[in-house]
């Protein structure tokens, strides 16, 4: 990792790493991919089954998807279509293509091993500069920076002194999250994990239970009189029901339910994408929805065809 810069926020009192880390190890939660034994893929494929998907649905997922495919050779030799039924309702299933990409170059070019160089990793389809991070500090013990929504939110206000951070990641946020990263490798990993595990079960982004909080005393939003977010005009909604997300979802339940390598009629899935239109907060359907959600799905690689789309099935 780089040397630790200078940071470039006003900071009165840094918090203190042994007060999060003495806070986690008495209330971090019995994830299974924090248990000694597991392997670096597994924690990979746990970060991304996780982004922005609630943990309580990921267990289940994680642990019937390792019980199938332990390590990166046998997801690479496994049935895309297969791999997308396991991967059920997690959301965003294109996150299980990548997966599979991800694992068949770990076979192709590192052996079936899962590299632990910044760099290699980062050149791994799927894998992206949290990920790694990840990997590399809760997998490998090292100093490395893991920046996700519930760390990001954590330092915006315990030292930023803002609701919740800007809508995209910024230099500013990095060199920040570098300068508090301690020093030494372990309890670098042993900090990043334990702020993580601070804002999600304490530092929360609707409710925050600063009264709970190791860092309550050196916090400059609690401080502040707990500000409201400056950045909320920017933020885009996450709204579901209506939306192609959920026409795509949809169609991609059905054709989970079909037998393997049966098809599907294309009426009945723009029948199942168009249930999405009808839950619209508009209250006025898109007509042209269903037909977008299954041309995007096919060009996404998710679903397929062998009769110029009379009918679909999984790849």
Do not use: K
């Not at 050779?73 to 299980?96: H, I, K, M, N, S």
């Not at 090292?142 to 910024?170: E, I, M, Y």
């Amino acid at each position: 990792m780089p040397a630790r810069p200078a940071c470039p926020d006003t900071i009165t009192a840094d918090p203190s790493a042994q007060a999060v880390i003495a806070w986690y190890d008495a209330h971090a939660r019995d994830l299974p991919w924090r248990r000694p034994g597991t392997t670096p893929w597994e924690v990979l494929v746990s970060e991304v089954m996780s982004q922005q998907t609630p943990v309580t649905r990921v267990v289940p997922a994680w642990q019937e998807w390792m019980r199938r495919w332990p390590g990166p050779a046998e997801l690479a030799q496994a049935p895309t279509a297969e791999v997308l039924r396991v991967w059920g309702r997690l959301g965003y299933p294109r996150r299980a293509l990548r997966l599979i990409e991800c694992a068949r170059s770990v076979v192709e070019q590192h052996g079936g091993v899962l590299p632990d160089d910044l760099d290699a990793l980062l050149a791994l389809p799927g894998v992206g500069e949290y990920t790694a991070g990840a990997v590399l500090a809760f997998a490998h013990g090292r100093r490395a920076l893991v920046l996700d929504t519930n760390v990001r939110r954590v330092l915006a206000r315990a030292v930023g002194g803002q609701a919740l951070p800007a809508p995209s990641l910024n230099r500013a946020e990095r060199e920040r999250a570098l300068n508090l990263l301690p020093d030494d490798d372990p309890t670098a990993a042993h900090w990043s994990v334990a702020v993580m595990e601070l804002g999600a079960l304490v530092c929360t982004a609707r409710d925050p239970d600063c009264g709970a909080c190791p860092w309550r005393a050196s916090c400059a939003w609690l401080a502040a009189g707990r500000p409201a977010d400056i950045h909320a005009g920017r933020r885009r909604s996450q709204a579901w029901h209506g939306t192609d997300r959920q026409a795509r979802g949809l169609v991609m339940a059905r054709l989970r339910q079909a037998a393997d390598g049966r098809c599907v009629e294309a009426g009945e899935l723009m029948a199942c994408a168009a249930r999405a239109g009808a839950r619209a907060s508009s209250g006025t359907p898109d007509p042209e929805q269903p037909t977008r959600a299954l041309a995007t799905l096919l060009a996404d690689g998710l679903i397929a065809t062998d009769d110029d789309g009379a009918t679909y099935r999984l790849p």
